[in-house]
T-cell receptor
Framework: KAGVTQTPRYLIKTRGQQVTLSCSPI?????VSWYQQTPGQGLQFLFE???????NKGNFPGRFSGRQFSNSRSEMNVSTLELGDSALYLC??????????FGPGTRLTVL | QKEVEQDPGPLSVPEGAIVSLNCTYS??????FMWYRQYSRKGPELLMY????GNKEDGRFTAQVDKSSKYISLFIRDSQPSDSATYLC???????????FGQGTTLQVKP
């Protein structure tokens, strides 16, 4: 069974640009959650999508947004990038309830 | 105060030692507790998933949850150099996608 896949694996952007990250969950998983990981703050929850609806949201500014498609694939978007947005962005998938399985992450560097 | 606290270490032990990793939490509503292992530049890998108080064993790994003292533990028996990684504890108040993570403990097992 294929795991969670995330694309791209690495991104370099400049301040003010926007970026879109993609996540394909494990087959049969309908819930997708996104997290930001930084050395200073650790792993922080961004948002969760289930059946194309945002079910939970973390404490991040509105520049961070996401969506989920009917095939459960999810994208997150960060607009007007800031230096502090440099991080590893992780996607996790699960059945409607249960264990979360993480992808390898997308490493975003903002210059 | 963070909802989940974890000593970042680093923790260094000789091969074959028993390793004890610990977290405390403050939110009494937390019911589900997880341990993840993360190798450098990889996504977190789910090791243990437990509900409420009690012990759970899987091979060399044992997870313990004591809800009365709000204490979570992971024990690794016969530690191996391949166990060298960062270990993250996580908790959630209901079985949804919003996991609250500790800062992670860096473990090094020396041959």
């Amino acid at each position: 069974k294929a795991g969670v896949t995330q694309t791209p694996r690495y991104l370099i952007k400049t301040r003010g640009q926007q970026v879109t990250l993609s996540c394909s969950p494990i087959s049969g998983h309908r819930s997708v959650s996104w997290y930001q990981q930084t050395p200073g703050q650790g792993l922080q929850f961004l948002f969760e999508y289930f059946s194309e609806t945002q079910r939970n949201k973390g404490n991040f500014p509105g520049r961070f947004s996401g969506r989920q498609f009917s095939n459960s694939r999810s994208e997150m978007n960060v607009s007007t990038l800031e230096l502090g947005d440099s991080a590893l962005y992780l996607c996790a998938s699960s059945l409607p309830l249960g264990e979360q399985f993480f992808g390898p992450g997308t490493r975003l560097t903002v210059l | 105060q963070k909802e989940v606290e974890q000593d970042p270490g680093p923790l260094s032990v000789p091969e074959g030692a028993i390793v004890s990793l610990n977290c405390t939490y403050s939110n009494s509503a937390f019911q589900y507790f997880m341990w993840y292992r993360q190798y450098s530049r990889k996504g977190p890998e789910l090791l243990m998933y437990t509900y409420s108080s009690g012990n759970k064993e899987d091979g060399r790994f044992t997870a313990q949850v004591d809800k009365s003292s709000k204490y979570i533990s992971l024990f690794i028996r016969d530690s191996q150099p391949s166990d060298s990684a960062t270990y993250l504890c996580a908790a959630t108040s209901s079985n949804t996608g919003k996991l609250i993570f500790g800062q992670g403990t860096t473990l090094q097992v020396k041959p």
